[in-house]
């Protein structure tokens, strides 16, 4: 069983920055691939960034190319979402998410494709 631990939320201006952070519980996820979706209020879950499991194959949604990084460190079982020139349009909960494909490299952008689930937090770009 594998628990996701979001952190990094809050409150910032229109062009802020923030750094979101996930860390895994319960087994190592060093050989799993990684992602961060988004839920607006009203919206569907939107697919944000993935990252498979060795780092070397990322993935965006268009809207955040230039602007987000997504990372992760295996040596501390925690992937990353650092988000520059933030918008009011990126307001929504934050999640991550496990794809339970060990070593899987081939991107994926349907929250079906993942296992487990992160409780989320809460980011609002607002002046």
């Known amino acids: 069983q594998v628990q996701l631990v979001e952190s990094g939320g809050g409150l910032v201006s229109p062009g802020g920055s923030l750094r979101l952070s996930c860390a895994a519980s319960g087994r190592t996820v060093s050989t799993f691939p990684l992602a961060w979706f988004r839920q607006a209020p009203g919206k569907e879950r939107e697919f944000v960034a993935s990252?498979?499991?060795?780092?070397?194959?990322?993935e965006y949604t268009e809207s955040v190319k230039g602007r987000f990084t997504i990372s992760r460190d295996n040596a501390k079982n925690t992937v990353y979402l650092q988000m520059n020139m933030l918008r009011p349009e990126d307001t929504a909960v934050y999640s991550c998410?496990?794809?339970?494909?060990?070593?899987?490299?081939?991107?994926?952008?349907?929250?079906?494709?993942?296992?487990?689930w992160g409780q989320g937090t809460q980011v609002t770009v607002s002046s």
């Open positions: 990252i498979n499991w060795s780092g070397g194959i990322i």
């Open positions: 998410a496990l794809r339970w494909r060990e070593y899987g490299s081939s991107p994926r952008k349907g929250p079906s494709e993942y296992g487990y």
